[in-house]
């Protein structure tokens, strides 16, 4: 079964200092991956996703992730925290037997001025 | 990038009342919508896959009576929470992947509606 763990529940970071949220992976196949973001009370918004290609995949706001297939790593980061990236981040992993995205249990990134 | 809206954004109702939400794809036909619950601080539980035209498809322990969904055109889907009683409160989420929709393809997903019951 397709799956996908967020280790950490709560990540702390200085604004301006870089910004690292895992995730990692268990699929059969070829992964299709997405990060997405959720702000309070708001729905998810969608980061960005690897399907295939460059193992560096550029996303919205500044977000980039590693693809790490020997790790089974997915990790999100980004070069310089803003007090704004304050949200509640999901990784998914879209299902390829039944077309569903999995999603992590979220991990909530709290970014300190 | 794609819009999915959601109306309302959250409703109060009394325990016993149906409540109607609904789902839009914005710019976009989406050849399917997924139905979200969110308990506070938790993960994403899908409810249910509807795609136009056709039958919804819930998840294992969804009362498909209690939820339903209709998804009348490909910009439009509906979730009618009926009888609804306290234990429905939750923050629903609605999602849209664009037709022509491979694996590879995106969802998209509304802002939410909270209801909570009284």
Same mark, same amino acid.
């Given at each position: ?5 967020? %280790?950490?529940?709560?990540v ?8 690292t ?9 070829n ?26 995949? !550029? ?18 980061? !980004? %070069? ?5 990236d ?13 077309? !569903? ?11 300190? %001025? | ?10 409703? +109060? ?7 109607? +939400? ?42 498909k009576?209690?939820?339903? +969904? ?27 992947? +664009? ?20």
């Open positions: 079964a397709q799956s996908v763990a967020q %280790p950490e529940d709560q702390n970071v200085a604004e301006g200092n870089p910004l949220v895992k995730c990692t992976y268990s699929v059969s196949g992964p299709y991956l997405f990060w997405y973001v959720q702000y309070p009370n708001r729905g998810l918004q969608f980061l960005l996703k690897y399907i295939t290609g460059d193992n560096l995949v !550029k996303g919205s706001y500044g977000f980039e992730a590693e693809f790490n297939k020997s790790q089974t790593s997915f990790h999100l980061k !980004k %070069p310089s925290a803003l007090v704004s304050s949200a509640l981040y999901f990784c998914a992993v879209r299902d390829i037997n039944t077309d !569903k995205l999995i999603f992590g249990t979220g991990t909530r990134l709290q970014v300190f %001025p | 990038g794609a819009v999915v809206s959601q109306h309302p954004s959250w409703v +109060i109702c009394k325990s016993g009342t149906s409540v109607k +939400i609904e789902c839009r794809s914005l710019d976009f036909q989406a050849t399917t919508m997924f139905w979200y619950r969110q308990f506070p601080k938790q993960s994403l539980m899908l409810m249910a896959t509807s795609n136009e035209g056709s039958k919804a498809t819930y998840e294992q322990g969804v009362e009576d209690k939820f339903l +969904i209709n998804h009348a055109s490909l910009t439009l889907s509906t979730l009618t929470v009926t009888s609804a009683h306290p234990e429905d409160s939750s923050f629903y989420i609605c999602s849209a992947r +664009i037709k022509r929709a491979t694996s590879t393809d995106t969802q998209y997903f509304g802002p939410g509606t909270r209801l909570t019951v009284l």
